[in-house]
């Protein structure tokens, strides 16, 4: 996709002052994108952090076999929490926060479609994660089912239970209006001239990322309704006794599920998408397919789900045709994975902080991928599904992969942010420092789960001590790493240093290079032309 | 907190050995298989994993190469080209091709796993908060019936806080008062359900797994071809004793089984409490206290003070002190978290655990007494 | 009064607006309060009233700026386009969130139903006999009656497929210029909606207390009362906003040509329509 853009010189000299309040007001009342973009990235590396101590927690239990730290049904509402934190929390709306930031400004939008309702997507994030960590302290404590919330057990929990459920609705009413604006302004808001196939990339990840979410959300909202029902009112969804099923619980909740690990890891597709032909000078290798893998593994993503229920015993048939899917969005994966490689090669290539991250997300997250079609094959699967297989299998996409990609983004989009260069010393140490204690955490798990260790265990059998030693090590040095990043890259990045032009990379390509750094409160009044 | 971590480490003989039929210490891999099932996956993932090894060397072998030869700074230049249909079919068309052939030898294994047609011995395994109940139900031993828990005590576990007091054994969790005996180069059809919640029964060396469902029933097989004993544990969480509800099998040869089973036959005879039988308080008293230790001082503790918050203290409970039918209805039907006891528990177990709970700690109940009969009657 | 576009800007985005943040307190009051009611907290019923109040509150501040800013001409055809685009994608998470509890009912009638009565299950249920419409295998839930399609689920079948053709005659008087004509269609209409809502609460009684048809009649009620308990749900909202609509055209807003209020209403009535089409073959017929 090479496209040269003709920027609008258009000195805003109308005056916006009604427009540009300060103070809380700013913040609260926000109809701006970028406003709103910086609330849900700073909402999200909150909930990291909080996510991040409960992770610290189930670690600091697990150094050793026994029980030290925890006791076990606080460890379980440790797990289950921080796995809802870290999906619903951390990784999706940061997404949502590169999308306000980014999407308006690449396709040269004046903001998001619906901005007031843009704000109320954000507005009710907080409110969620203000029910959900209240839950800890509510009689009985948070929910102890795990993120996936089976029946059930979740019908055993406590009050927390039903705040994580209206937590979840409260996020899925977000998401829901997060993505219906996020396609609308796509669909009809892009510059004259740019039509869909001369999109960016991260767009067009976005566009299908949110049509996942408007499918599957509310299924989502379905499955948890259905709880609190079985839970209050006496209806038996889940209950065998008056008819229903404990597994069709889980069958709904994985047509939801196996889709939203493709709504966190679309989006970095697409960032990657991004940075990888600007640092290697290079445009993007096969535009055209990276499109249409993106769309097959969006299709394919809603006849899968099975996957994750190998073991409840299903006809032989449904197992075979469950795997045989699975395997197959491998395929469109690795087009996107070669294409990769194929812009790298013959670039002329450099390696600041964001090129770093891209490139060890392509080199992480593959190994999740090869370890997601090992479990994919069903016999491998029933051997180590509840293993901490499974566990370094969807940390290797998610933190390597999902979280990487969004640090990736943050190196690459934060000067046209703040207006400021990150210190480029202090950001490579950031990557490796990550990348590494990255996997010292998480490769013994492989082995832990090879070897039978349980996931959601308080305790262990005492010869899988020494990798759990090992993993407890690695995450809170990779826990530092993430202090190291706010407090010494982050903040100073904000604060100031050197002044970052219009167009940092030498490569980049896109409207967003074509407005000041940090862009102004307004761009794009007047649509862009785009050639 | 971390203190005690710490604490713990330095607790001696902590490091133990391998596990006889579990993990070993720090185990790469998968454990040795001891059935064909499991000799079918393990070759599976070492092909899997050889093939996923290979690509991996090369994408990024491609990929190192080009980083380090087109850099800028060795002064390359950019070219320019961005795409290429034939290369782009080329690699769409053979990972399909590769994952073809990963699926079929795979297609192979789903289906013998499947077959659970015509077995030897079929055994019926619920799963229960948090314990496993087996029952024989057809072959040589059928009628056994037996619950199997956690042997390991508390004592070499801890808490936090409370250091652990003694020294773990190499099966540290893997290990249950009663595990299920089978005849070795038997076909053992298992049939899996719970009581409660989910929970998910496996032998790793027998490549098997399968979801105990309430109120369903689904079932699994295996042939174990060596003698032994082998270890697994329940792998879907339960609730808050998920990691001490070990699963262990004794696969012994033809002629121990039969020994076996008449030594177990025997022994269900001589336990078999009959419900009509009138006991003394201090009898009762005796047997609950057993029973209280095997059941319920995981939630209630020991102290009878439960964990404020999570689980009721049974010591000045009103249920405890007040009149006796309501305790035996919340033991034999549960309440929320606490199981339902009535197909767990004998009339005479349930009794006995009532009267203990009655007369300990400072409880001083007016109706400090409760007969098997009595139990027996509450359950119509 | 109606809206001329002719000096609205590119596309008007709005300025700082008070609404959405309110919006999400008023929610989080709301789901503070159902967490605590649905635990029978004494504090909870009143606190999640007070957060539907805010909310509805919130929204019609909300909707009325929104209204305003139509009619002050500030929407150009991009931003009708936008609308349009929204209430499309909207109806579709619609149709993904009652799929849930169609699939719901399609799993347990087809899948659950049979294995529960297979000889595998006789372990556990000897006398299961699997014939839908069972109160589960257990044996713990009082007898019941199903509900079959006579006669109201056939009169409500009639009453909302004729609200759709009043809809339309509505509409096309609207485009037509024809103001009285249109209000008193859409008056129609929503009062075919009412109609059905009463016959529904009638049924909801007749099934309670001659059926002894309830929410807790097993999986059968579950599935029955929560798929229609939806419908029913969702045929309010349409109705409130068929009669905002109304309300506006009565005001004078809408031009033949820019109406979209009245459109996307008028969708999302339609697609209340068929869900009940789908409700009526598959929860009465099968
Ligand atoms: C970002 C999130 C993410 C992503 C992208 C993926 C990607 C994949 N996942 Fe993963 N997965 C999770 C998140 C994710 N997963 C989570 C959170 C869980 C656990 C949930 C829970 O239980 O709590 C899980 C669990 C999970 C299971 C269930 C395990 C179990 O519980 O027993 C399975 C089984 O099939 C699976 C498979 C796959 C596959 C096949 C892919 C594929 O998409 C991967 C495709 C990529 C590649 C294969 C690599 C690149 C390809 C090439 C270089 C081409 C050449 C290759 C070949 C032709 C072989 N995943
Ligand atoms: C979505 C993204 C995501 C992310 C980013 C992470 C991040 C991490 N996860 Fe998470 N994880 C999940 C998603 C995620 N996880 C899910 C879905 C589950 C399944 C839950 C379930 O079973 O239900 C899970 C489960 C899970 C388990 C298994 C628990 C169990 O089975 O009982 C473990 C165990 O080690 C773990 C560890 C970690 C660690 C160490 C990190 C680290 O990367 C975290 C790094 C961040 C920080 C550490 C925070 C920064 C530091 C501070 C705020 C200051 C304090 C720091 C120091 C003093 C050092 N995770
Ligand atoms: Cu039983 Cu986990
Ligand atoms: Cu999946």
Redesign the pocket.
Known sequence: MSSTTVPHSHDHAHDHAHDHPHGWRRWLFATNHKDIGSLYLWFSFTM??????L??L??AE?FQPGLQVVQPEL??Q???M???I??FG??MPAFVGFANWMIPLQIGASDMAFARMNNFSFWLMPPAAILLVSSFFVPGGATAA???LYAPLSTQMGPGMDMAIFAVHIMGASSIMGSINIITTILNMRAPGMTLMKMPMFCWTWLITAYLLIAVMPVLAGAITMTLTDRHFGTSFFNAAGGGDPVMYQHIFWFFGHPEVYI?ILPAFGIISQIVPAFARKPLFGYASMVYATASIAILSFIVWAHHMFTTGMPVTAQLFFMYATMLISVPTGVKVFNWVATMWKGSMTFETPMLFAVGFIFVFTMGGFTGLILAVTPIDIQLQDT?YV?AH??YV??AG??FSLFAGFYYWGPKWTGFMYNEFRGKVHFWGSLIT?NI??FP?HFLGLAGMP????DYPAQFTDWNVV??V???????M??YFLLFVVFPAIRGGKPAPAKPWEGAEGLEWTVPSPAPFHTFEEPPEFR | MLGAAVLATSLPALATGDSQGGPAIRQLNLQAPVTKIAEDIYSLHNLMLGICLTIFVIVFGVMFYSIIAHRKSVGHKAATFHESTSVEIAWTVVPFIIVILMALPATKTVVAMKDTSSPDLTIKVTGMQWKWGYDYLKGEGEGISFLSTLATPRTQIGAPGVLPTEARTDNYLLEVDNPVVVPVNKKVRLITTANDVIHSWTIPAFGVKQDAIPGYVRDTWFKAEKTGVYRGQCVE?CGKEHAFMPIVVNVVTEEEYKNWVATKKKEMAAKADDPAKVWTLDELKQRGEKVYAANCVACHQATGKGIPGAFPALEGSAVVTGPKAAQIGILLNGKNAMPAWKSTLSDTEIAAVITYTRNSWSNKAAENLVQPAEVLAARK | MSASRSNAPYYFVPGPSRWPVLAGLSLLLTMIGASAWVNHVSWGSYVNIAGVMLTVIVMYNWFGDAISESESGKYSARIDVSYRWSMSWFIFSEVMFFAAFFGALFYARSISMPWLADIDHKLLWPDFSGQWGNAGPAGTVDAFTTMGPFPIPTINTALLLTSGVTLTISHHALRAGQRGKTAFWLFATIALGAVFIGFQAYEYIHAYHELNLKLTSGIYGSTFFMLTGFHGFHVTLGAIMLGVVWFRVMKGHFTPEQHFAFEGAAWYWHFVDVVWLGLYIVVYWM
Do not use: D, E, K, P
């Open positions: 990291l952090l909080s996510g991040g101590v992770a610290l189930i670690r697990l460890f379980n440790l797990t289950t921080h796995g809802l870290m999906v951390a990784i795990g993120w996936t966190m901490y566990v969807f940390h998610l933190v999902s979280l990255f955490t998480f798990m996931r959601r265990y308080a993993a407890t690695g995450a809170f040095g990779f826990g530092l993430q202090v | 969480l």
